[in-house]
Nanobody, 122 residues
Framework: QLQASGGGLVQAGGSLRLSCSAS????????MGWFRQAPGKEREFVAA????????NYADSVKGRFTVSRMFAKTTMYLQMNSLKSEDTAVYYC?????????????????WGQGTQVTVSS
């Protein structure tokens, strides 16, 4: 199970930090990531972090503004979102899966958590 939290309403330029906790089967090599879905749009990849916490991957649209993190072998992942823009408004979902980090990026065989709403007002 994946539990996401931390969403809310923020003004453009502001910051938010999302959290996602995994429970159940959380053995080694469980990579985790974030996706988002804006109204009327497809779900898109945002960021991913490896089991060890040292490997990361970001969508171009969030590079330099968002930071994904987790402690080594820990089951809680964070997404620090800075310099938020109105186009970041979406429901944010956490995902987890085994194998390479690309399985998260490509959402192949991942488990999904419930979403948390992020609204950025301009």
């Amino acid at each position: 199970q994946l539990q996401a939290s931390g969403g809310g309403l923020v003004q453009a330029g502001g910051s938010l930090r999302l959290s996602c906790s995994a429970s159940g089967r959380t053995d080694s090599n469980l990579n985790m990531g974030w996706f988002r879905q804006a109204p009327g749009k497809e779900r898109e990849f945002v960021a991913a972090v490896s089991w060890g916490g040292t490997g990361t991957n970001y969508a171009d649209s969030v590079k330099g503004r968002f930071t994904v993190s987790r402690m080594f072998a820990k089951t809680t992942m964070y997404l620090q979102m800075n310099s938020l823009k109105s186009e970041d408004t979406a429901v944010y979902y956490c995902a987890a899966g085994w194998g390479s980090l690309s399985t998260i990026v490509e959402a192949k065989g991942v488990y999904w958590g419930q979403g948390t709403q992020v609204t950025v007002s301009s």
